[in-house]
């Protein structure tokens, strides 16, 4: 029976190792030129015929991020997301700064459908593992270009990441985001995204989605907690305050 068990993982290993392969390859093919793949790493899949058992046999490394690497593929992101991260257009998040953890999970949520959006799907299917962390730590070097607001939102804004609202069990963000919005990487998977500086308008539809469930793919579902005590003006207020916080003290 076990030995049925270990046989049946072992090809349902050795077939994903050899689709991964393909898929990654002919997306490749799709995305560049054979003559410009910088952006691949090194350590890509073992090529056909080099025994995709060995590949196989052992639990897969952890990825460390090679930022001059991921600043090959990140030319492919550049029109959306600016050259420098700071995404010019407002519907688009700034990816300048942000945490090399939150951005590498993302990337893998929306490879594995875990969320949803009909341009970023397309984009992360395109990137293997490696490329993944290659290019969040090209970003996590960038910085973000804070941009000050109304002060009266941005009053209200700090004082609800501030404090939150024990009445109604709202979490004061500042104890998951930081003092100044800077997030942390490690923690839990992904760690805590940095919120400074990031464009209003894609707050704005992140946290109407974590509070519709339609954004679900966080941790423990606590951003989903949070957003159902907001209202639509505490959402207007924190992303007006989020977009002027400055992350200097980081
Ligand atoms: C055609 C436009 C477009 C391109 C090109 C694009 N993105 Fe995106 N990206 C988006 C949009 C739109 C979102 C926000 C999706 C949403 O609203 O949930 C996004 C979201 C993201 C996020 C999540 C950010 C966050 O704060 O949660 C990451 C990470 C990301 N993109 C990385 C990349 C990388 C890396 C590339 C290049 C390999 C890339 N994107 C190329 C449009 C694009
Ligand atoms: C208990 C911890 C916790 C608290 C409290 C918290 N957050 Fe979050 N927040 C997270 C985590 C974890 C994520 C990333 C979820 C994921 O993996 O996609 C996140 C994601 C976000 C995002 C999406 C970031 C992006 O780039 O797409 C925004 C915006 C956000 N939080 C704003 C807030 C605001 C505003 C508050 C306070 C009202 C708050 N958060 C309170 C843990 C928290």
Known sequence: MRRMLRRRTGVLLVVTALACCWATGDARAEATPADATPATNAAAPAPPGAGPEAAAAEPPPKLVGDPAKGATSAALC???????????VPMFPKLAGQRSD?????????KAGHRVDP???????????QDIVDVAAHFESG????????????EAGQQIYRKGRPEIGLLPCIGCH??????ANGAIDGGFPAVS????????KQLESFRAGSRANDWKGIMQIVASRLSDDDIAALSVYLNSLSRSSK
């Open 143 to 154: 910085t973000v270009n804070r941009v000050p607001g109304d002060p009266v939102l941005v």
């Open 102 to 110: 939150y951005v590498a999970k993302q990337l893998r949520d929306f």
């Open 78 to 88: 550049a029109a959306c997301h600016g050259a420098d991260g700071n995404a010019p």
């Open 197 to 204: 500086g990031q464009n209003p308008a894609y707050v704005v």
């Open 119 to 129: 341009m970023m799907t397309g984009m992360a299917a395109m990137l293997s593992d």
């Open 178 to 183: 930081g003092l100044n919005g800077e997030g």
